[in-house]
């Protein structure tokens, strides 16, 4: 059996690591592409796909997670797989609410 914290932060782990190489990603780009054009269609593709990338990561976490298969003696693992789920799945919100913005709006 996995600890019980693992399956509660795992998602939200993921999510600020997607975070930080996203806005790393972005900072960088903005930076080393200030005065060319096409530079900065090239970073948008790349946010966009790191955004896809990092949503679909999460989701995938989410059901890999939610999967495992639990010894539920008693109530306390019952609560903590239901506050696994339901922890995964504001992880899966925060990613899809914080990722969006790179297809709308500008890079830098």
């Avoid at 693992?77 to 990613?95: E, P, Y």
Wanted: charged fraction near 10%.
């Amino acid at each position: 059996m996995r600890h019980p914290l693992v399956l509660i932060t795992a998602t939200f782990i993921a999510w600020s690591l997607a975070f930080l190489v996203l806005y790393a990603t972005q900072a960088t780009g903005c930076h080393l592409s200030a005065e060319r054009a096409n530079a900065i269609t090239m970073l948008r593709i790349v946010l966009c796909g790191l955004a896809i990338l990092s949503i679909a990561g999460v989701v995938a976490l989410a059901r890999y997670m939610r999967r495992q298969t639990f010894a539920e003696a008693s109530d306390a693992d019952r609560f903590l797989r239901t506050v696994g789920s339901r922890v995964s799945i504001a992880a899966i919100v925060a990613a899809i609410f914080c990722f969006a913005g790179v297809f709308w709006l500008t890079p830098c």
